[in-house]
Every structure is written in structure tokens, then in C-alpha cells.
């Protein structure tokens, strides 16, 4: 069995949402990065990330190692080139490493940098990259199409009661356990995957492709527009477009969500809405963590990306184009910035600091509500991101 390390790449472009995890386990179609490279090469996964996510993260050495990107998503075709990779090979394309082949000591000394490359073998080939926050919600279609085919594969669906509307039939997959009631469901636009003991409500139009992942939910009359990933333990009601929630996150009420990402413990208060396009219809920017500035996207639809344990109080509405750290709570009238540092309390008519204890408290409850507990590791990876974001918060 291959011995597979995900390395980070494009990190600081990707917070906040690589703040709590490696790149390599981001969500985008319906698995995550790291689980993708396990189905598809029967391999064991860990990471080279941040020192302080490290230990949350292990990384596993073993005598022979492929380190591979972990903002890559794979393919056969690139699949085929890492495993031909000899010892001490680099696999490049361009000026990026996309995997290398070490043995157990220069791979205790790996460094993401093209220049310690010695051997390096050339890829020509089209790879698909996690660079920007809002890849994940633009190549969303792709990655949960190929998902699909690789989960379902050589499987059988569960049978789906006659009371839905169904709309192609043969790109429907239902795994066991799942609740489908008195839905519409459109798959001729796309794959519709509903995992293990997840529920649609009645009332709900779907039109695909969608992915609602194990024990996910849609509340009655939910109207999904993909492509749509509604991850693990997911609550999620009102109407959605294009939109990633990974998991335990909940948007279980009326308010529009387009073109977004949430993270993981995530709230979404009733009646709130995201503008995912501006009334001008120019190109939307957002803020980057690389350059600490706002950045053109190159989007016209671009809504809000939300790192994880953040919430909103019902009826925020959030600009085009919001990026909101890590525990923040958002409420009040009128638009909030669109950049919310993490730590932060308060909205448009005004931000102060969200203290650490005060929000380690209500993570633990939020967790205890799922019969989960946020760990002594999760409080040291918290109490980080609050002193490595502090110089954000300047109200």
C-alpha cells in the first residue's frame, strides 16, 4: 500500500477556511481532498501542514513516501503519473510540485519549493487545482460529477418511494437509510448523490447536481440549485445556489445562500441572505489573506465565504463578496464589512472583540448538541488562530 502525505499548498490564499484544517481536507464535490486520494489509489493519507495543526493532523512516515499536493484534485491521468515516479523523483507542472517519490530522510527535510527539485519529470497534462477560496464553489460541478462516478461505481441504488417527481432517474443515487418524501427532483442537470441516513422533507425541489452527504438534511420546501454540496450532519432550509456547507453546519431556515462556502459548525440565522452579485454586475473582489487586501476574483457571482464556528443572527444580510474569519458572531441591522476578521462580535453598527474564552464556551456547546466534544487539541488550534488574527481586529 502506497504511504501518501498531502502537503499544503496555496494555504494563505485559502483561509479563512485553512485555518482549522490542512488544505489537503478541504471539501469540494462530495468528498474531501484527502478522501479522494485514498479511494482512488487504496492508500493510507496523513498531512505536512502548519505546526500547530500538526498534531490534530499527524503526518506518517514510512521507508517509501509520495508526497502529493494537496490543493490537487486527482485523475487517472495524473494518478498514473505519481505512480511512476521513481525514488527521489519530483513530479512538476510548470512551477508547481505536484508530488515526489522520497525515502524516509529526504523526506523528513521535504519543503514545498520548486527549487529542491533535483530530479524533476514534467507534467503536461490539465490539472485541476484548489488555489482561491471560491474555487471551491466554481469547480464544484466537476469534482462532485467525478465523486459521483467514483462512489458509485459498480453499486446499486436505493429504490426511491413513488410519491417523489423525479427527472432522470439513472443519475439519482440513494444510499441506505436515506428519507426521500414527496420531493421534486431535476437530475437531468447534473448527479443527485443523497448519502447514508440523510433526509429530504417534503416539499423540496432539487435540481442537480447535489450532494447531501450522511445524516444531512433539508428542511420542507427547500429549493436547491446546484451544483450544491451539503455536507455531513448538515441542516439546510430556505433557498441555495451553488453553494459548500461542510459539515455539522446548519442554514435551516428561509434566506437565499449563493455562490458560498460555510465551514465546518457553522449558523446561518433565520431569514438571512447573502447578495452574490452587485448591482452594477462588475467583478466582485474579495479579500485575501496573502496580500491582506482585496483581490479581483474574476467572478460575477461571488457570495460569502465563512471559516469555521462563525454564526449570524437572523435577518444579516451579507454583502457580495464576504469573507468572515473564524468564530465570529454576526448580528444587527444594515450590511456588515466584507471583511470580518475572526474573533469578531458585533455587525454594521459596530465590531468588537469576541474574547477567547467566551468563544471556546459556546463552541463546546454547539459541539455537545451533536454529542461531540471540542478537545484540548481544538483549544490550542483556537486559541492560535486568535493570536496569529489578532492584528485584524482593529475597531
Known amino acids: 500500500m502506497m504511504n501518501v502525505i498531502l502537503f499544503d499548498d496555496c494555504r494563505t490564499d485559502l483561509l479563512p477556511l485553512t485555518f482549522t484544517r490542512p488544505v489537503g481536507d478541504l471539501r469540494v464535490g462530495i468528498l474531501t481532498i484527502r478522501e479522494k486520494w485514498e479511494k482512488l489509489l487504496s492508500a493510507k493519507v496523513s498531512f505536512q501542514t502548519e505546526a500547530y495543526l500538526q498534531e490534530k493532523f499527524p503526518i506518517h512516515m514510512e521507508e517509501d513516501n509520495y508526497f502529493i499536493n494537496g490543493s490537487v484534485l486527482p485523475d487517472v491521468e495524473l494518478i498514473n503519473a505519481i505512480r511512476g515516479l521513481q525514488n527521489g523523483e519530483y513530479l512538476v507542472k510548470a512551477n508547481t510540485i505536484l508530488a515526489a517519490r522520497l525515502s524516509r530522510e529526504p523526506a523528513n527535510n521535504f519543503v514545498n519549493d520548486i527549487t ?3 530530479t524533476a519529470v514534467s507534467y503536461t497534462a490539465e490539472v485541476t487545482q484548489i488555489k482561491y477560496t471560491y474555487d471551491i464553489f466554481t469547480k464544484n460541478g466537476r469534482a462532485l460529477e467525478q465523486d459521483f462516478q467514483i462512489i458509485t461505481k459498480g453499486r446499486t441504488s436505493q429504490p426511491l418511494s413513488k410519491s417523489n417527481g423525479v427527472l432522470g432517474i439513472e443519475n439519482i443515487f440513494v444510499e441506505e437509510g436515506a428519507r426521500v418524501e414527496y420531493a421534486i427532483i431535476n437530475a437531468t442537470t447534473g448527479p443527485v448523490y443523497i448519502g447514508r441516513n440523510a433526509e429530504i422533507m417534503e416539499g423540496c425541489m432539487i435540481r442537480g447536481p447535489l450532494a447531501l452527504c450522511e445524516n444531512a438534511q433539508l428542511k420542507m420546501g427547500a429549493k436547491i440549485y446546484g451544483p450544491t454540496t451539503i455536507g455531513p450532519n448538515c441542516r439546510v432550509g ?20 449563493g455562490n458560498a462556502v460555510l465551514g465546518e459548525w457553522c449558523n446561518i ?3 438571512s441572505n447573502n447578495s452574490n452579485l452587485k448591482n452594477n454586475y462588475s467583478e466582485v473582489k474579495l479579500w485575501n489573506y496573502t496580500t491582506e487586501k482585496f483581490m479581483p476574483t474574476g467572478l460575477q457571482f461571488c457570495g460569502l465565504i465563512m471559516g469555521d464556528h462563525s454564526k449570524c443572527g437572523i435577518n444579516t444580510m451579507f454583502n457580495t463578496g464576504t469573507v468572515v474569519g473564524v468564530s465570529a458572531n454576526i448580528f ?15 455587525g454594521y453598527q459596530g465590531m468588537s472583540v469576541y474574547p477567547l ?15 461531540q466534544s471540542l478537545t484540548e487539541v481544538d483549544k490550542k488550534i483556537l486559541q492560535h488562530i486568535y493570536l496569529l488574527t489578532e492584528k485584524y481586529r482593529r475597531f
Open 116 to 118: 529542491y527539485a533535483e
Open 238 to 257: 430556505g433557498e441555495v445556489q451553488n453553494v459548500v456547507i461542510w459539515g455539522n453546519s446548519n442554514k435551516a431556515h428561509d434566506g437565499f445562500l
Open 269 to 271: 440565522g433565520a431569514d
Open 332 to 346: 444587527g441591522a444594515g450590511y456588515p464589512r466584507n471583511f470580518i476578521p475572526s474573533f469578531s462580535w458585533g
Open 357 to 371: 474564552p467566551k468563544a471556546i464556551e459556546t463552541a463546546e456547546k454547539v459541539l455537545q448538541r451533536r454529542n
